[in-house]
T-cell receptor
């Protein structure tokens, strides 16, 4: 069974540009979560999508947004990039029928903002 | 509010030593789940174990064991006879309530196993 996949692996942008990161969950998983892992800040929750809807978001500005498609894949968009957006962005998925909330992570997209 | 504390920033051991990673959590919920994840240098978080708040049975799986104690709000992880391949950052995480929701992670413990 294929795991969570993310693309691209690396992304280099300049300040003010927009970045789009993509995630495909494990087959059968309907929930997708996005986390940011910035240097020195640990893993911070960004967004949670389930069944095409945004269910919750973390303490991030509105320029961080995303969506979930009918096939449950997801995009994370970051507008007006700032230097501090440089981080590893991890996507995770979980099974809708699970009460345990085990989340399985992808390999991440490393975003560098110059 | 929920919170996870991993007081050990970095641990260095020599191969074959036993090592314990500490995790202390805070939550107001009576139902919650605790997790350990491993993040090798490649960056991908690997799920290791889940425990729910009603199951204090400790577990041993090969060289790994977990000690969950509600009385002290701790969920510690021990590697027996460590190996170089165990070198990674280990994260403890908490999920309050049942069902799907975001995880709250600790700051991680970097484990270096020297040959």
């Amino acid at each position: 069974e294929a795991g969570v996949t993310q693309s691209p692996t690396h992304l280099i942008k300049t300040r003010g540009q927009q970045a789009t990161l993509r995630c495909s969950p494990i087959s059968g998983h309907t929930s997708v979560y996005w986390y940011q892992q910035a240097l020195g800040l640990g893993l911070q929750f960004l967004l949670w999508y389930d069944e095409g809807e945004e269910r919750n978001r973390g303490n991030f500005p509105p320029r961080f947004s995303g969506r979930q498609f009918p096939n449950y894949s997801s995009e994370l968009n970051v507008n007006a990039l700032e230097l501090e957006d440089s981080a590893l962005y991890l996507c995770a998925s979980s099974f809708s029928g699970s009460s345990y909330n085990e989340q399985f992570f992808g390999p991440g997209t490393r975003l560098t903002v110059l | 509010a929920q919170k996870v504390t991993q007081a050990q920033t970095e641990i260095s051991v020599v191969e074959k030593e036993d090592v314990t990673l500490d995790c202390v959590y805070e939550t107001r919920d009576t139902t919650y789940y605790l997790f350990w994840y491993k993040q090798p240098p490649s960056g991908e978080l690997v799920f290791l174990i889940r425990r729910n708040s009603f199951d204090e049975q400790n577990e041993i799986s090969g060289r790994y064991s977990w000690n969950f104690q509600k009385s002290t709000s701790s969920f510690n992880f021990t590697i027996t006879a460590s190996q170089v391949v165990d070198s990674a950052v280990y994260f403890c995480a908490l999920s309050e309530g049942t069902g799907r929701r975001a995880l709250t992670f600790g700051s991680g413990t970097r484990l270096q196993v020297q040959p």
